[in-house]
């Protein structure tokens, strides 16, 4: 990864617009999602970069801390979706729960190299979003957020041992607006996970968490993102106490763009060294 510093007034102002909450977002391609446990990881979780190929396969660029990537990859089944909830089973490791081509959901337990892995759902092909914030309800467990057809925003609560508890609650509607959603972790520095979201008109938005499923004020902290083909959030990608974006322009070039800790961003970007080519294959 190579440095390059730039004023991103222009194109990624933060602008502190706080407006009654409707409801993020939604994500056309599923390709980039974070929080995966390697085994060179030797215990630790860090923010790595997932990608899914058009094959359908898995491939991972983990920072171990120091923020350079390296391709590695896993022999799963084709997927069109993967999730980072953390640690799904309550085993102590961080768990994939990645989703089929016919709408199966699977967990893949602690990721050491293995395969193993058991569904945990069915049907999951109706929804056009997913995403998993972590602990969005504040028990203790991970959970995830779906975005179905008519645009409502659900989520879904994880058990803590690998299951869900019953029912669902919608959290949002209106989301069909969105054309990106992802976990934005702590985003905005003040506890509980957030969701970064990006409109249809490319103005990109912080939606933090309350810490009890539900939502504080939604933040605008960007606009012309219609010119990135992708958006990640990986979390402190760069090692510097703060939650970054990742993104992919139009061109196939890749930056990261360094979160301020406090919902925002510093204003400077950084030219990502990783060959497209070897990302998308």
Known sequence: MRRLSMSVVALFAILLVGVTVAAPAR???FLWHNLVQEPSDAGEVYPDLLTIRDNGQIW???TNGESQPERGGGNLCPVDAVLMPGDWDGDGYADWVVRSPYGHLLRVPGWSGGTQMNQIGWGWDVMTALTS???WDGDGAPDVLARDGSGALWMYRGNGDGGWFPGRVQVGWGWNVMNAIFSGHDFSGDGPSDVIAR???GRLWLYPGNGAGGWQNRIQIGWGWQGMDLIAAPGDYDKDGFGDVIAQDVNGTIWLYQ???SGGFTGQRWLMDIPTAD???
Do not use: K, L
Request: no cysteine; proline share 6%.
């Open 133 to 135: 914030p972590g602990d």
């Open 27 to 29: 994500a056309d391609d």
């Open 259 to 261: 979160g301020n800790g």
């Open 60 to 62: 991972v660029y983990a």
């Open 199 to 201: 409109d249809t008109t």
């Open 279 to 281: 990302i998308f294959g």
